[in-house]
């Protein structure tokens, strides 16, 4: 037993180390957007909502967390080296910042992920971003300036990525379901028939 925790603290220490923070940052992001993906589409089978596991949907989840996750690990970095400190103050200008800076730029570096992935056209993806954007910055006003209180107040900069990426898996699991929710794309159609 005491062999295993040693080996523990050992690859934490390395994974967390500053040579492999940005791999480690990243293969966290790629796991835990896969896994929110897998959990969302359990609850849509078992709901009857959808057939069997789309594994395409998962391996693009999972890449979008990758770019995120890059993303994240600069951004931290970033606003710790240009706000250092602590303070209740400085912490609250830190979750301002990054709810209306990093935020938008993550939902958009997502929807981008995804276009690329899905070979999406200009105008779905701008539709897409139209359609869904709201639904998700609204969510992150409500999920992410406590946690990041959490984060920003009270934890070193090389396990906020973790930390996000752990809070971040119910969020994943909603983002999941907005990402594929056909509702928008379905009332299109039904509009545009109506229109003929």
């Known amino acids: 037993m005491i062999r295993l925790v040693q080996w523990f603290r050992t690859v934490t220490k390395t994974a967390f ?8 940052n990243v293969a966290i ?7 929110g ?29 990758m ?8 951004w931290y970095n970033f606003m710790d080296r240009r706000f250092p400190g602590r303070t209740i103050g400085l912490v609250l200008k830190k979750v301002l910042i990054d709810q209306t800076v990093a935020s938008p730029i993550v939902i958009c570096l997502f929807f981008a992920t ?8 200009w105008e ?3 539709r897409e971003v139209r359609e869904k954007f709201i639904r998700l910055y609204t969510a992150e006003w409500i999920v992410w300036p406590p946690a990041q209180i959490v984060n920003f107040y009270f934890l ?17 699991v909603y983002t999941s379901y907005v990402i594929n929710d056909e509702v928008s794309d379905q009332n299109d159609v039904q509009t545009s028939h109506k229109r003929d």
């Open 114 to 121: 995804l276009a690329v992935l899905k070979r999406s056209s």
């Open 67 to 74: 770019t995120v996750g890059v993303f994240c690990h600069s």
């Open 29 to 35: 992001s790629v796991s835990l957007s896969g896994v």
């Open 37 to 65: 993906d897998i959990i969302e589409q359990q609850y849509e089978i078992y709901s009857g909502e959808l057939a069997a596991w789309d594994r395409q949907r998962t391996r693009f989840m999972s890449i979008s967390g």
């Open 17 to 24: 180390s500053k040579k492999y923070l940005l791999l480690t």
């Open 124 to 126: 779905e993806t701008r």
């Open 156 to 172: 070193p900069t090389k396990y906020r990525v973790l930390y996000d990426n752990t809070i971040s898996l119910g969020y994943d």
